[in-house]
């Protein structure tokens, strides 16, 4: 199984599901993002908001705390080493890196379904404003 994920993969959707079955999608529906599983057991992923305004000036070191916070809060981007349980359909990502410092060091549960060319990975729940919420990421094989 772990071979069957090793790819480059194309984020199709990217939502948070409330525990009363409300569905919110914390970058928009449009969102983008890329995942790459290499078979030396690495990964890579970012996911981004494509509303995020634009900086006024090209260097990235002097936008403005507005500008600045904005691209922050629109980007998820983290790499780092994985293993897939297949018995418990679990993929297991080690994070060596993060956008989010606070990630570096974790281990990130994802739940997975795989079926032909679109995988489908699941957060545990979480709390995001005090709610209990969890992730759902579709992903579709791009190599």
Known sequence: MKNSV????????FEFQAAD?????PFGKEARGSFIYTKSNRFSVQLMNVNRPRFAISDQQKGTVEETLASYR?????????????????????VEGSLF?????TEQIRYFELKENILQLRTPTFKVAGEVTFGILLWERIE
């Open 101 to 105: 410092p606070n990630m570096e060091g």
């Open 6 to 13: 090793v790819g480059v993969w194309k984020l199709l959707r």
């Open 21 to 25: 079955g409300r569905i919110m999608y």
């Open 74 to 94: 629109g980007s998820i981007s983290y790499f780092g080493t994985y293993k897939v349980d297949e018995e418990n359909k679990i993929i297991i990502h080690q």
